[in-house]
């Protein structure tokens, strides 16, 4: 079976600081990751994505996540936090070919970005 | 391209009621998720579907939700009769397929059962 933790559930930092929301994950097989956001009100955004390639993974809004084997990890990070970061995160994983693709999800990470 | 398109955003109704919601995905993607999201909860998945047929159900609570893609393309989700933990918001997604392929979601219908 597969699992997400994201450790967490609420994240405050500073314009301008760095953004790292954690993420853990447990997988039988070669896991998918992925990082989403969600606005108020909105859907899922995809930010990036782990596909077995480069174990940096770069995505959108400055966003990046290292995926760390031996730690079982797929953090997020941002070196500079801008106001319109903040928003709720949640970190999936998938094992495509058993289970036809769907996203298991942690519970999500609240970010706050003071002034 | 155009979004995933779900309708309606929002929806109030009262416990034992029925509700339906609609989606309709990305043109030419053949899977079509729902996700339950329950506030401070990351989505769960509720039904997959493959074209028309149901590649997982397991987490569908299937003596009051049930869901149709009659033609492969969009689908609705049906509540009958509506409980208070159902509150949540119903997110449809869409996949092209292939490996870590990812996924486009809809801005998701808001249910509040009062």
């Known amino acids: 079976a597969q699992s997400v933790t994201q450790l967490g559930s609420h994240v405050s930092v500073s314009e301008g600081a760095l953004v790292l929301l954690r993420c853990n994950y447990s997988?039988?097989?070669?896991?998918?990751l992925f990082w989403y956001v969600q606005y108020p009100n909105q859907g899922l955004q995809l930010l990036l994505k782990?596909?077995?390639?480069?174990?940096l993974v770069k995505g959108i809004n400055g966003f990046e996540a290292e995926f760390k084997k031996s730690e079982t990890s797929f953090h997020l990070t941002k070196p500079s936090a801008h106001m319109s970061d903040a928003a709720e995160y949640f970190c999936?994983?998938?094992?495509?070919?058993?289970?036809?693709?769907?996203?298991?999800f942690g519970q999500g990470t609240e970010l706050s970005v003071k002034p | 391209e155009a979004g995933v398109a779900q309708s309606p955003r929002y929806k109030i109704i009262e416990k034992r009621q029925s509700v339906a919601f609609w989606c309709n995905p990305i043109?030419?993607?053949?899977?079509l998720y729902w996700y339950q999201q329950i506030l401070g909860q990351g989505p769960k998945l509720l039904i997959q579907f493959q074209n028309n047929g149901v590649v997982d159900d397991s987490q569908l609570p299937k003596d009051r939700f049930s869901a149709e893609r009659l033609k492969g393309v969009d689908s609705t989700l049906k509540i009958q009769p509506a409980k208070l933990e159902d509150s949540a918001v119903y997110l449809c997604?869409?996949?092209?397929?292939?490996?870590?392929?990812?996924?486009?979601f809809g801005s998701g219908t808001r249910l509040t059962v009062v």
């Open positions: 782990y596909t077995s390639a480069a174990t």
């Open positions: 043109s030419g993607h053949a899977t």
């Open positions: 999936a994983v998938s094992r495509w070919a058993n289970q036809g693709g769907k996203l298991i």
């Open positions: 997604a869409s996949s092209g397929g292939g490996q870590g392929s990812g996924y486009t």
């Open positions: 997988s039988s097989v070669p896991p998918y």
